[in-house]
């Protein structure tokens, strides 16, 4: 069977999405143990950053004491000198996801980048690349800087030039690419909230705007008592800066700011918290305009126990799916 297709019929897939800092993880974990644990259930991360082997204070990577036993996949696969891309993803994920229902196992998708659930998830195809192509536009962006490579995307392709970022080399380029390579525009048309597997739940995570920005801040302050700083300094050792995608990662790119003393650590926590705070609200919007979404709301109580929370959400979410 070619595992960019569609599973069978009975191979279920459950996805669990939501903002940053809703409590994706802990769910994961707490419904595979209501599937009846690591012998039934494994998990795919969907989370672009969390593909890089050390990054993990910055990222809220899940721990092997959190894992508690449950098997992940697409997690610490690249190296940070490494590219991301949704398109790469999309390939193994979808091995990984034939490869758990080979094993007569249940996969739980978890995450909150809804370009990487959506390439996992529905029927999304992504243009090809052309190595030389990119070479040689990335060798006029040495030279001549971003300007005439903006100017000529507008005369290419305007529809994306008025979309993309165009303040952002690595988007220029992968655009000029595409039209270039395809005579085509970069920006098809998403066929979003289809289903490329058949058997597909999907659940979201719904907090209430101001509780999830509180757990943002306390989060992020979290994270700079837990090492964020010395993690950071490892990874400049190992080329973070150099990275085309790693090196931008909120938290990361702050911090290397910090270091290079241009701002102060507390600036450094104030400037992740925004940029959290500002991707969340785009998560919310992302999977708030999908339909296939079941949404379980988080209560706004904060005496009320959480973790036992999560753990009645996913007795729910078991009884629903009656399997």
Do not use: C
């Given at each position: 069977m070619d595992p960019s297709r569609g599973a069978p019929q009975e191979a279920p897939i459950i996805c669990i999405a939501g903002a940053t800092a809703?409590?994706?993880?802990?769910?994961?974990?707490?419904?595979?143990?209501?599937?009846?644990?690591?012998?039934?259930?494994?998990?795919?991360?969907?989370?672009?950053?969390?593909?890089?082997?050390?990054?993990?204070?910055?990222?809220?990577?899940?721990?092997?004491?959190?894992?508690?036993?449950?098997?992940?996949?697409?997690?610490?696969?690249?190296?940070?000198?490494?590219?991301?891309?949704?398109?790469?993803?999309?390939?193994?994920?979808?091995?990984?996801?034939?490869?758990?229902?080979?094993?007569?196992?249940?996969?739980?998708?978890?995450?909150?980048?809804?370009?990487?659930?959506?390439?996992?998830?529905?029927?999304?195809?992504?243009?090809?690349?052309?190595?030389?192509?990119?070479?040689?536009?990335?060798?006029?962006?040495?030279?001549?800087?971003?300007?005439?490579?903006?100017?000529?995307?507008?005369?290419?392709?305007?529809?994306?030039?008025?979309?993309?970022?165009?303040?952002?080399?690595?988007?220029?380029?992968?655009?000029?690419?595409?039209?270039?390579?395809?005579?085509?525009?970069?920006?098809p048309i998403f066929p979003r909230h289809t289903r490329h597997f058949r058997n597909t739940f999907f659940f979201g995570l719904e907090v209430d705007k101001q509780v999830l920005n509180e757990r943002i801040e306390t989060r992020v302050v979290q994270m700079y008592k837990d090492g964020l700083v010395e993690e950071t300094e490892g990874l400049i050792a190992n080329g973070l800066i150099e990275s085309p995608t790693a090196g931008k990662a909120t938290g990361y790119a702050q911090t290397v700011e910090y270091l290079h003393g241009n701002i102060t650590l507390a600036e450094a926590i104030e400037q992740v918290s925004l940029s959290t705070r500002r991707l969340a609200k785009k998560q919310r919007t992302w999977f708030g305009a999908d339909p296939r979404i079941n949404w379980c709301r988080v209560s706004d109580d904060t005496s009320i126990d959480r973790h036992e929370e999560l753990r009645g959400i996913a007795d729910r979410i078991v009884k629903e799916l009656n399997f």
């Open positions: 809703s409590g994706k993880t802990r769910l994961s974990i707490d419904l595979a143990y209501a599937l009846g644990g690591p012998d039934r259930v494994e998990i795919i991360s969907a989370d672009a950053m969390q593909l890089y082997r050390g990054m993990n204070i910055g990222t809220a990577k899940i721990t092997d004491e959190e894992r508690r036993g449950v098997k992940h996949h697409q997690i610490d696969v690249l190296n940070i000198s490494e590219e991301a891309s949704v398109a790469a993803y999309q390939k193994y994920a979808r091995r990984d996801l034939h490869s758990i229902h080979e094993r007569g196992k249940i996969p739980i998708v978890v995450g909150g980048s809804g370009l990487y659930i959506s390439g996992l998830l529905d029927e999304l195809n992504f243009p090809g690349t052309d190595l030389d192509v990119r070479k040689e536009l990335e060798q006029r962006f040495a030279t001549e800087g971003l300007s005439p490579l903006v100017a000529e995307l507008k005369v290419k392709d305007p529809t994306s030039a008025k979309i993309i970022d165009t303040a952002n080399p690595r988007r220029v380029i992968r655009a000029l690419e595409v039209v270039t390579i395809t005579g085509k525009s970069f920006t």
